[in-house]
């Protein structure tokens, strides 16, 4: 599904974060003939995290007719209103409550983005919570939709730079904790896809960025300080958070019986030193 924002159209710079989510949610010819092909609504869950927001504005100005709705907990200051700004039907929630989940909407079309993020410590038994029995419950809960979830490419085991990186057909044997979590998020899905006959999409994603956060951020801003840059992760796979959110949706049309993996990602690996040369 090549669809991405085309470099000419890239701004050599942006004086203020509202260009950046304007200019990442503006909608490709692809994606809004896909989304109006899709029968029903959309939901995503767990959309207060980076991504979701941006991905929520992305779906709605690409499918306008279309209720597009936003659940989350809404614990950051302000978010909840400026989703609504956007169109975005919003829902506050708490996903492993299961008289609240079950009381949700029942769109057509679910985008499930919540889960405890890579990097968390400590309390592992709330990651295990949050990435295997909150996808086990909506799963069960939303059975007789059409359900895209969020994977990570954190899922499968180290492999050569030089293979080309990881494809879907990969035994899954991950090292760490954090690692395992997702794979059982992943078989939750693939338990209940096969148990009712769910359609579903795993997006196996490494790894979103914009111009706030991420890898290129990171050794930017270590540049930018004169900080010393750890290179013994050497490569780092990398998309525009504009792209990634576009294939997202567009996954909703790719949906399969058990529930799918997908991989998204940029079609290079940048080394990390390669990267902070360029910076410097």
């Known amino acids: 599904m090549p669809d991405t924002q085309i470099m000419d159209d890239i701004p050599v710079s942006f004086m ?3 260009a950046i989510e304007e200019f990442m949610t503006r909608p490709s010819k692809a994606l809004i003939d896909d989304l109006a092909e899709l029968e029903g609504d959309i939901m995503i869950l767990g959309v207060g995290g980076k991504m979701g927001p941006t991905l929520a504005r992305l779906a709605k100005r690409a499918a306008p007719n279309k209720t597009v709705f936003g659940v989350a907990r809404f ?3 302000g978010l909840q209103q400026k989703i609504e700004n ?10 492993l409550d299961t008289v609240a989940l079950n009381n949700l909407p029942k769109p057509k079309n679910i985008v499930f983005m919540a889960g405890r993020k890579f990097g968390s410590s400590g309390s592992e038994e709330l990651t295990w919570a949050a990435n295997v029995l909150c996808p086990a419950l909506v799963a069960e809960a939303f059975r007789d939709q059409r359900v895209v979830a969020f994977s990570t490419a954190c899922v499968y085991p180290f492999v050569p730079v030089a293979s080309g990186g990881a494809k879907e057909d990969l035994s899954l044997d991950p090292p760490g904790e954090y690692a395992q979590s997702c794979v059982g998020r992943e078989r939750m899905f693939q338990y209940f896809s096969n148990k009712y006959g769910t359609p579903g999409c795993l997006i196996r994603l490494s790894y979103a960025i914009d111009l706030r956060y991420g890898v290129l951020f990171d050794v930017g801003d270590a540049v930018f300080r004169g900080n010393e840059i750890d290179v013994s992760t050497g490569y780092a796979n990398v998309i525009w958070q504009g792209d990634a959110n576009t294939q997202i949706l567009r996954a909703l049309r790719h949906c399969g019986v058990p529930s799918t993996p ?3 990602s940029g079609a290079e690996a940048p080394s990390i030193r390669w990267v902070a040369e360029t910076f410097g």
């Open 16 to 18: 203020e974060e509202d």
């Open 75 to 77: 614990t950051e200051t």
């Open 86 to 95: 956007w169109g975005i039907k919003t829902v506050k929630a708490d996903l």
């Open 262 to 264: 997908l991989n998204i």
